[in-house]
Each structure stands twice: as structure tokens, then as C-alpha cells.
């Protein structure tokens, strides 16, 4: 390509601004109405961005969704990946519990404390609730590595294996909590009778969800 044929830095700014866009309204339709029941030029308008934009930048709209689920997986490993990174409990029961309950906490500031999280959230719920392409991307991906983690810290915290039924099912049942309280955030606010969700009752959120951990490794701690 001729230096001439190059797009000028303030284009390349400006299609990286739309591709962006463009994903961040697919996230956020995809998860509300569904990847049938969305159409393109609802996508296009929503990013304020020219409906041929999407065939540009994705090829189309299964690309686009396919980009959604990346950018998703991306953005939650984003939060998990670095805390997960940086642990190693060199075996001690109670260092896994700790590293356990900081990425759950983790979790949980970002998925009460972020706006991008309403829509995140909605994205997951309603794009994993079906199997396909993206079910694969992000299970594969996100889901799987973090879990087969966060399994591994349970384990030891319990001294229960952590590849069995007790522990996967116990690390969803810990992290599924964390999903509720974003999905059911209208829920949540009207019957405590909270006009906002924020850093005081997000508090109160991860001090309940704490405890739950907490009762789990201790009902659950295998004994010698």
C-alpha cells in the first residue's frame, strides 16, 4: 500500500471509535432482546455509527456478535486474571481461602460497582443460556480457566478435591451469587428499600456473600 493509501491517524482513530461503539451496543442489545430479535440497523443506530459499518469491521452480524463475546470474556478476565495471576497459596489452607474470597470480592466490585456490568451481565445470561458459537467462545476462553482457579483455591481451602462435584458445584454456587445481585438489581433495591445501589449497600452485598464463603469451607473442610 502506497503511503498515499493509508488512512490518516484521525481515521484510524475514528474507526477504532466505531468498532468500539459498535460492540458496546451490541453487548448491550444482544443482551436485552436477543441476537434474533436485534437487528442491524438497531445496532447501527445505537452506536451512532452507518449500518455498513458493521460488515466493515466484523463482516456482518454474527461476526459482531462473536466480537461481543471476545470483548466480554476479555473485559471479566481483565478483572479476574491479574488476582488469579498473582496467587500462590504454596499449599496453606488458609492463604487459598483468602486468595479465593479476594477475587470473589473482586468480582463483586466490578459487577456492582461498573455501569458496563448491567450490560455485560445481560450478555452472558441471555448468550449462555443457549448453545453455539459464542457458548464455546466464552465457556472455553473464560469460563473454564477461571473456574478450573477458583476450584483450585476452594479445594485447598477445604481439603476437598478439586475437580469434585462438591467443589465445581460449590465455586458456581459462590459466583452465581455475584450474578444475581447484578441481574436482579431492580429486585434487590425495591424490597431493601434502596433508592441507590451504591458503595455502602454494595458493602453490605459482598459482607453477606463473604460470610457464605466463609460457611462453606468451614461446613465443607474435609476432616483428618
Given at each position: 500500500m502506497s503511503q498515499a493509501a493509508k488512512p490518516s491517524p484521525n481515521a484510524a482513530k475514528a474507526g477504532d471509535q466505531t468498532r468500539a461503539a459498535l460492540l458496546m451496543a451490541g453487548v448491550r442489545l444482544f443482551g436485552t432482546k436477543g441476537f434474533e430479535a436485534t437487528s442491524t440497523r438497531e445496532i447501527a443506530a445505537a452506536a451512532d455509527a452507518n449500518i455498513a459499518s458493521i460488515a466493515y469491521h466484523f463482516g456482518g452480524k454474527e461476526g459482531l456478535r462473536l466480537a461481543c463475546a471476545e470483548m466480554v470474556g476479555s473485559r471479566i478476565q481483565s478483572v479476574?486474571?491479574?488476582?488469579?495471576?498473582?496467587?500462590?497459596?504454596?499449599?496453606?489452607?488458609?492463604?487459598?481461602?483468602?486468595?479465593?474470597?479476594?477475587?470473589i470480592m473482586g468480582v463483586t466490585d466490578f459487577?456492582?460497582?461498573?455501569?458496563?456490568?448491567r450490560d455485560i451481565a445481560g450478555f452472558m445470561v441471555r448468550e449462555l443460556g443457549a448453545?453455539?458459537?459464542?457458548?464455546?467462545?466464552?465457556?472455553?476462553?473464560?469460563?473454564l480457566p477461571v473456574h478450573r482457579s477458583l476450584c483450585v483455591l476452594l479445594g485447598l481451602a477445604t481439603g476437598q478435591d478439586p475437580e469434585s462435584d462438591l467443589i465445581r458445584i460449590g465455586t458456581f454456587s459462590i459466583a452465581g451469587q455475584v450474578v444475581y445481585f447484578r441481574i436482579g438489581h431492580a429486585i434487590v433495591a425495591r424490597r431493601m428499600d434502596w433508592k441507590t445501589v451504591g458503595p455502602e449497600?454494595?458493602?453490605?452485598?459482598?459482607?453477606?456473600?463473604?460470610?457464605?464463603?466463609?460457611?462453606?469451607?468451614?461446613?465443607?473442610?474435609?476432616?483428618?
Open positions: 479476574v486474571g491479574p488476582a488469579l495471576g498473582a496467587i500462590d497459596p504454596k499449599g496453606d489452607p488458609g492463604k487459598a481461602q483468602e486468595a479465593f474470597e479476594r477475587v459487577m456492582l460497582g461498573q455501569v458496563e456490568a448453545a453455539g458459537a459464542v457458548f464455546d467462545r466464552v465457556y472455553t476462553d473464560f469460563i449497600e454494595v458493602g453490605a452485598i459482598k459482607a453477606v456473600i463473604l460470610a457464605n464463603i466463609r460457611a462453606f469451607v468451614e461446613t465443607n473442610r474435609k476432616q483428618e
